[in-house]
C-alpha cells in the first residue's frame, strides 16, 4: 500500500469502495469558514475529504483534504500483517465512578438531562496500518469505514469502522441517523427497543437533532421516519432512530454544519451545557472520537460520527475513545462495562491459561479464575465466568495440563495433553540482551512470541527457560516461569510493576512461602548481581509448579 496520502471509503455494508489520491492541498479553517474554502477547491474539480474532530464545535480547525484522483477499487488492498495492541483504558473504574457522580450532581441540579461521557485506551500499532484495518473489519464491518493516512492536521492514520451516519444531504434533503443505546450480540434483539432507559436516551437525542435541524430547514419539514430501530453491528446491537428535514433555500454545507456539529448523540443535552460539563470531566481531549469524517461536495455531504475510530500517530500510539450516555439513574458499573463493550471489537488478543490437573483437582483452579476474570474485564472480552471451572470438570483421571484459550468474541477453546512433570532441579539461561516489556506484559496472551521464543531456546539446549532483565539490569522472569532468589538469607521475586506476568504459582508461593522455609518473601528489585550470587534459585510455573533451579550463563 502506498505511503503517499490517500483515503479509502468503505461501505462495507453495501459492497463499495472509494480511493481518494494525489492530494493537492490541505486547508486548516475553523468552520465558520469552511464555505470559502469549500468554493475554491470545488471550482478546481477536486474532491474534499473532511476531518472534523470534535473540539471543532469550540472553535478549533477542521482539516479539508483536497484530492485530484479518485477510483472505485473492486476489492480491498491487501495489507501486510499489522494489529492494535495493549489496548487498555487511560482511567481506572474508580476515576470513571467519580466522574459518573459528578455529572449526575449537575444533572440533579439541571445543568444536563444526560451528558455522554467519555475516555481513551491507548495502545500500540504493531505492523502495517492497513493490515491492522482490515483485522479490525473482520471483527465489525462498517457501513462508514474508512482507512486514511494523511499529513496534519489530522492524525498520521485514521482507522475508522464507524456504524453511525452523521450527516447525509441528498437532493436538498438532510437526514441524520442518530444512535443511542448499545448491548452485547447475546442479548435478545428486541431487549433495546423494549428497555426503557435506551429508549428515553434515544429519544432525547432524536429531540436534539429535530431541533439542531430545523435550524437549516423549510418550516414544518422536520420528521422522525424511523424510531428506535435495531441494529446488528459487529458483535453489538444499536439502538438508531432516523431524522429528517428539507433544507431551506440558500442553505450551504456551512450552515449546515454550523447548526449540527458535533452530533448530539456524543455530547448530551442540552447540547451547549452538556458540552461544558465534558470539557470539566473529561481528562483529555477527544480528538478525531465523536468527530466526524466523510465528503463534502457540491451536490451534498456524507459524514460518520467517528466512533469505533482508532487514531495512530506517527510514532505507532493508538488511541480509541469510548463512552456512554449518563442520566440521573445511571449505574456507573453498567457505564463502565459499556463503554468496554464498545471496545471489544479491538481488543485483538486471546487470552491463555494453563493449568494442572490431577485427578480431577486443580489447586490453582481459582486463581486460574481470577486471573482470566480480571484480564478479561481489562480488555474488553464478554464475561468469562466458570470457564475454569468448566474446563478442570471436563478432564479425565490423572494427570493432565490443561490449555484454555479464550478469543475476543468470548469463544472458548480447550486442549488437553498429559502432564510431563520436569524431576530434579533445572537449568536457567541468560537472555543475550534486555527486555523491553510491553504494555500488557501482565496478562497472559498470545501476544507473547518473544517469551515464546526464550524457552524453547533454552529447551533446544537441554535447558529449562531463559531469564530475562530490562535495560537497568534488574531480573524480570523466564519465557515460561517467575523468578524466586534467595539473596543475603533474604527470599525476593521481581515486583509486577516492572512489566512481568505475576504466575498464578507465584501468587500462590507469596500467600504462602512455607516450602522456601520462610515466612516472607519481599516483591523487590534483583540485580543481575543478586542472581548471580544468590543461595538458592527457584522458578514458578503453574503447571511445574515450585521448582530448584540453577543459572548458567550460556550453554
Request: hydrophobic content about 45%; overall charge negative; proline content about 6%.
Amino acid at each position: 500500500m502506498t505511503t503517499r496520502p490517500f483515503v479509502l471509503l468503505d461501505d462495507a455494508r453495501a459492497g463499495r469502495l472509494l480511493m481518494l489520491s494525489d492530494l493537492r492541498r490541505v486547508d486548516r479553517v475553523p468552520i465558520e469558514a469552511v464555505d470559502e474554502s469549500l468554493a475554491d477547491g470545488w471550482a478546481n474539480g477536486w474532491r474534499c475529504f473532511a476531518w472534523l474532530p470534535y473540539e471543532a464545535g469550540t472553535g478549533a480547525t477542521v482539516g479539508l483534504y483536497w484530492f485530484a484522483h479518485q477510483s472505485s477499487p473492486t476489492a480491498l488492498p491487501e495489507g501486510g500483517p499489522g494489529r492494535i495492541t495493549g489496548l487498555a483504558p487511560d482511567i481506572d473504574e474508580a476515576q470513571h465512578a467519580h466522574s459518573v457522580a459528578a455529572l449526575q450532581e449537575a444533572i440533579a441540579s439541571g445543568e444536563s438531562y444526560q451528558v455522554n461521557y467519555t475516555f481513551r485506551m491507548r495502545g500500540r500499532l504493531e505492523g502495517d496500518p492497513v493490515g491492522a484495518y482490515l483485522q479490525l473489519r473482520d471483527r465489525q464491518p462498517a457501513e462508514f469505514g474508512v482507512v486514511a493516512h494523511l499529513p496534519e492536521p489530522a492524525p498520521s492514520w485514521l482507522l475508522s469502522l464507524s456504524p453511525e451516519l452523521f450527516l447525509q444531504v441528498r437532493d436538498g434533503i438532510v437526514t441524520a441517523r442518530p444512535m443511542k443505546g448499545t448491548a452485547p450480540a447475546e442479548a435478545p434483539r428486541g431487549f433495546l427497543r423494549a428497555d426503557p432507559k435506551n429508549r428515553a436516551e434515544n429519544l432525547m437525542i432524536v429531540d436534539l437533532l429535530r431541533n439542531d435541524l430545523s435550524r437549516v430547514a423549510v418550516p414544518g419539514t422536520v420528521a422522525v421516519p424511523s424510531l428506535f430501530d435495531v441494529e446488528r453491528v459487529g458483535s453489538l446491537w444499536q439502538l438508531t432512530s432516523t431524522v429528517q428535514a428539507r433544507l431551506a433555500a440558500g442553505v450551504t454545507t456551512g450552515d449546515v454544519l454550523r447548526a449540527a456539529f458535533p452530533c448530539g448523540s456524543i455530547t448530551g443535552a442540552p447540547k451547549l451545557s452538556s458540552m461544558g460539563l465534558i470539557e470539566r470531566t473529561e481528562t483529555s481531549p477527544r480528538g478525531t472520537y465523536t468527530g466526524s469524517l466523510g465528503l463534502l461536495d457540491p451536490d451534498g455531504l456524507s459524514l460518520s460520527v467517528a466512533i469505533r475510530t482508532v487514531e495512530i500517530d506517527a510514532d505507532g500510539a493508538a488511541t480509541l475513545g469510548v463512552g456512554s450516555g449518563i442520566v440521573a439513574d445511571s449505574v456507573a458499573e453498567d457505564e463502565w462495562a459499556e463503554s468496554l463493550l464498545k471496545a471489544r471489537f479491538a481488543a485483538q488478543p486471546t487470552l491463555k491459561e494453563a493449568i494442572r490437573v490431577v485427578d480431577g483437582a486443580a489447586p490453582l483452579a481459582a486463581l486460574h479464575s481470577e486471573r482470566l476474570s480480571a484480564a478479561a474485564a481489562r480488555l474488553c472480552f464478554p464475561a468469562v465466568d466458570k470457564v475454569i471451572e468448566d474446563a478442570v470438570a471436563g478432564t479425565p483421571q490423572g494427570a493432565w495440563r490443561v490449555g484454555v484459550d479464550v478469543a475476543p468474541d468470548g469463544s472458548v477453546t480447550v486442549t488437553r495433553r498429559p502432564l510431563e512433570r520436569e524431576a530434579g532441579t533445572v537449568t536457567l539461561l541468560l537472555a543475550d540482551a534486555a527486555w523491553h516489556p510491553g504494555p500488557n506484559a501482565d496478562l497472559k496472551t498470545d501476544d507473547r512470541a518473544a517469551l515464546d521464543d526464550a524457552w524453547r531456546r533454552a529447551v533446544a539446549v537441554g535447558a529449562f527457560d531463559t531469564i530475562g532483565y530490562d535495560e537497568a539490569g534488574r531480573v524480570l522472569e523466564g519465557g515460561r516461569c517467575n523468578v524466586f532468589a534467595l539473596v543475603d538469607g533474604t527470599w525476593v521475586t521481581p515486583p509486577a510493576t516492572l512489566g512481568l506476568l505475576p504466575g498464578v504459582q507465584r501468587a500462590a508461593l507469596l500467600a504462602d512461602p512455607s516450602q522456601l522455609g520462610t515466612d516472607r518473601v519481599a516483591e523487590a528489585e534483583l540485580s543481575l548481581d543478586q542472581f548471580r550470587r544468590a543461595q538458592r534459585i527457584v522458578v514458578t510455573n503453574a503447571v511445574q509448579g515450585v521448582l530448584d533451579a540453577r543459572l548458567e550463563e550460556h550453554r
